[in-house]
Structures are given as structure tokens and as C-alpha cells.
């Protein structure tokens, strides 16, 4: 038998080369990855998911229990103050407190599909796809307000300089078409949402993964293109000069990532050239795709643009693509404090059967399996309404505990569900699922782990999932 001292003093020399080949393997694929350029195609952590996303940001908060929670209580107790309920706590005990009233849904509700989905009557296109669709109920985020929750749901903080979902999954799997942007962003045409560019914005991260912006009109993106007199051959030429400048001035500053995202910008900005124009250009999609995204119609034509070209740019390679419906908090946002009835209509035309178009064109052409679709809002809505008498037009209040979102295509497990809301639509009635455990989900249905997927900044290493979430496997097919 042969001592532990003796077996270390004569083995020391192996197991510090296995640790130093561990380092070196470490430090050659970090090489490997600087030399391949930011934005190259990564390995994910797990074989085998989906590709793309397309994240459908809803502004305002959707009223959960008018769109896809079927709570047929609320009408027999409308007009009436909420019963005791005991598990209520914080903000909603809070608005509990005053005087309020119970609003019924006024929409009629019926399940579709095989998994007999409920949704209420405004979501006539979108109810056809409930059997390509996982839901998750109940969901928490810290903060009942807009701003904050919308950073919350969009970037895993509810506080300003966190980098964005999409940057984070660029960041770890980089794109697949280095001639247009991995990471765009399609906001409603109508104007910005809360937060503006910080809803896509890079945080920490290095700023080669912020999200592009295209336009609505003109050219795809500012400054895109060439000017009146200079050739192809000229621009080339010029930006090669630029090149060699900014990269001996990189050289000296190597943790300058603005710089760097400068210098990866003007390459791209050249290779967008000749793709962004044609990847924007709808005059050849066939009437009937038109039709289908309802580009024929005023109600439905800004967000069914923003869904036809959330497809584009899943055909040419883009990683992450953000859409956002809504404009700040106003009459073009979900936020219906005063009548929910008008508010839920409008905004449900506007995207019902885009969003349907969207799924349905994916399946058509293949790629609804390589593609993540996700529907998100910053919050959900209450109940009842603040007031000591039944208004004349209800509308609801906020509510940071009854989030409704629901995923499709992917490695998704179609017609799966995870969470479940009381009766009364106000909070999780199991283990409450926080946001966190829904981007942790987000990240392993693309193949990366929260854990894995890190980045040291100010002193400690960052995640989007921040302490880190458990992903919700019942959604995962």
C-alpha cells in the first residue's frame, strides 16, 4: 500500500500539468473566440436547441384574466370587494386596503385546440395556435411599476444598466450571418416604449451586442448609406485606413469594448450595405403572405410589418430579434387604468393575427423549430379597480404577481403549463415563479446555461438570471 504523501510527492508533477492543460485549453478557446471576431457563431452549451428568438414585448401590461386566464368568479363577484384572502401580501395587500371594487371580464371565453386552451374572444387567430403554445402562469417580478418591471422583463434587473436578453444570448452564441446584425430590434412605428433604447441596450456587456434599431421608413438603419459620389472601392479603401488607425489605438486601450464595437460597426455598416435594404424590402412577398400578417388592413398593418420581418430576419440569421408593441404608457400602451374593455380590444386587433400569421408562416417554411417565439409583458393587471363604486368604464391596476407569458416553437413542449394563478388571478397559488426562473428557461431552450453564461464586472460575476433561476423543465419538450 502506498501513503498518501508518497502517492502526491510522486504524482505532483501529472496533476499540475492536467491543471495547467485545463488553463491553456481555457485561455486557446478564449484566443480562439477574440481571433473568430465578437459576433462569430458560438457552440452552445447544450446540442440540439433552438437557433433564433423572436421575443414579443407587449408594453403596458397585459390584463391577463381578459386575454388568457379563464377566472369566471370575477363576474359574480363584480361590483363587490375581494373576500378576505390571506396570502396577500405586499403591494396587492396595499391596494387591498382601499376601497375597490371587483371588475368582471366582459369578453366570453372558450377553449381551442386539443389541449383545450381557454382564450377569450379576442384572440380569434391566435386561439388556432394553441396547440404550438406553452404557458406560464403567475409569474413575479420586483417592482409593480412600469419602468422598473419593463427592465425587469427585459434585461433580468429592475434597475437601468443591465444588458438586455438578446444581448446576452448574442453574447454567448454570437450570430449566424455576420452581414447583418445579430441582435434587432422592431419597435412599434408609432413611437418608443418605457425606457426606450435601454430595453435593448448592452449594459456591461461589451457594446458590440446591443440591440440595432431598424426604422420604419427611409433606410433600415441611420447612416446606412453610402454617400452621393463615393464608390465601393472608395469606402473600402477608407475604412481600411480607419481600421489600421483604431486598431493600433485598440491595442493600447484592450479593455476599451466601445472601441471595439466602433470598429466591428463600421465593417458591418459596410457588409449591411448590400443585405439590410433587400431584408426590409417587402415588395416581394406574394399577396397572400401579405394578407396573412393583415398588411391589408390599418388596424393590423404596423405590428403585422414588424412580425413579417421578424421572419425575414430569422431566414437571414438573425440570433435575437425584438418587437415591441406599445408606446410608453399611453393610449398606444396596455396600461388600461380606465376601461379595459377598450383598451383590450384595440390593442388585441392589433397583434392578434399578426402574431397568429407569425406562427403559422414559421411552421409553413420549417422554421418554427429552430426558432423560440416568446410573448412577454412587464406585469400583469388586478382584478379590481381602486374606487368605491363600480366606474362607468373599469379599468385595472397593476400587478407585479400575476404575469402571464407563453412560449412556442423551439425545443418547446407544446400545450405544457407551469404555474397557475388563484381564482382570482392575483398571485401564484403554488411556489411563486419569478422572471428570473422564466430567463433561465428562455436561456436552456437556446441552448445556453444561466450558469454558465456569466461576465465579471465591478468586482463579481453577473448573470442575467443575477442569483440565478430554476428553468421550468415542464416546458421543455
Not at 269 to 275: L, S, V, W
Request: proline share 6%.
Amino acid at each position: 500500500m502506498m501513503h498518501r504523501r508518497h502517492f502526491l510527492h510522486h504524482t505532483w508533477n501529472g496533476i499540475g500539468a492536467l491543471g495547467l492543460a485545463g488553463l491553456l485549453a481555457d485561455q486557446s478557446t478564449l484566443d480562439l473566440k477574440a481571433a473568430a471576431g465578437p459576433l462569430s457563431p458560438r457552440r452552445p452549451h447544450l446540442p440540439g436547441q433552438a437557433k433564433h428568438c423572436i421575443f414579443l414585448f407587449m408594453q403596458g401590461g397585459v390584463s391577463q384574466m381578459d386575454a388568457f386566464e379563464h377566472k369566471p368568479i370575477l363576474n359574480r363577484w363584480h361590483g363587490k370587494p375581494l373576500p378576505g384572502l390571506p396570502s396577500v401580501r405586499g403591494e396587492l395587500q396595499g391596494r387591498l386596503s382601499f376601497p375597490h371594487v371587483c371588475v368582471g371580464s366582459p369578453f366570453k371565453f372558450r377553449q381551442h385546440g386539443d389541449t383545450g386552451r381557454w382564450f377569450s374572444e379576442l384572440f380569434p387567430h391566435l386561439s388556432g395556435q394553441a396547440d404550438r403554445m406553452a404557458f406560464v402562469h403567475g409569474i413575479q417580478t420586483d417592482n409593480q411599476n412600469h419602468g422598473p418591471s419593463t427592465y425587469h422583463v427585459t434585461t433580468g434587473s429592475p434597475f437601468p444598466g443591465s444588458p438586455s436578453v438578446g444581448s446576452w444570448i448574442q453574447y454567448g452564441l454570437g450570430t449566424l450571418n455576420q452581414n447583418m446584425p445579430g441582435y434587432v430590434v422592431i419597435q412599434d412605428p408609432r413611437g418608443a416604449p418605457c425606457n426606450g433604447a435601454a430595453v435593448w441596450a448592452n449594459g456591461y456587456l461589451p457594446a458590440v451586442h446591443q440591440g440595432t434599431l431598424l426604422r420604419d421608413k427611409g433606410s433600415p438603419i441611420l447612416n446606412l448609406q453610402r454617400p452621393d459620389g463615393i464608390t465601393s472601392k472608395q469606402q473600402r479603401e477608407e475604412f481600411d485606413l480607419l481600421a489600421a488607425l483604431n486598431k493600433h489605438h485598440a491595442d493600447q486601450r484592450a479593455y476599451d469594448s466601445e472601441l471595439e464595437a466602433r470598429i466591428e460597426a463600421y465593417e458591418l455598416a459596410f457588409r449591411m450595405q448590400a443585405q439590410a435594404p433587400e431584408a426590409v424590402d417587402l415588395s416581394g412577398e406574394s399577396p397572400a403572405i401579405t394578407k396573412l400578417y393583415g398588411l391589408d388592413q390599418d388596424e393590423t398593418q404596423g405590428f403585422g410589418r414588424q412580425c413579417l420581418l421578424a421572419r425575414r430576419m430569422v431566414e437571414r440569421g438573425v440570433r435575437f430579434t425584438l418587437l415591441v408593441h406599445g408606446v410608453q404608457i399611453g393610449s398606444h400602451s396596455w396600461d388600461d387604468h380606465n376601461n379595459v374593455e377598450a383598451g383590450m380590444r384595440k390593442h388585441s386587433q392589433e397583434v392578434d393575427r399578426p402574431v397568429a400569421a407569425l406562427l403559422e408562416d414559421l411552421h409553413q417554411r420549417g422554421l418554427l423549430e429552430d426558432t423560440l417565439v416568446v410573448w412577454a409583458s412587464e406585469m400583469g393587471r388586478t382584478p379590481f379597480v381602486n374606487s368605491a363604486t363600480m366606474p362607468k368604464t373599469p379599468g385595472r391596476e397593476h400587478n407585479s404577481y400575476g404575469l402571464c407569458m407563453w412560449m412556442a416553437g423551439g425545443k418547446v413542449k407544446a400545450g405544457a403549463t407551469a404555474g397557475q394563478t388563484d381564482d382570482f388571478s392575483l398571485r401564484s397559488v403554488d411556489q411563486p415563479i419569478h422572471i428570473r426562473d422564466v430567463h433561465a428557461t428562455i436561456l436552456r431552450l437556446m441552448g445556453l446555461e444561466d450558469e454558465r453564461l456569466t461576465f465579471q464586472h465591478a468586482g463579481r460575476i453577473r448573470k442575467l438570471t443575477d442569483i440565478g433561476g430554476e428553468v421550468l423543465h415542464s416546458l421543455i419538450g
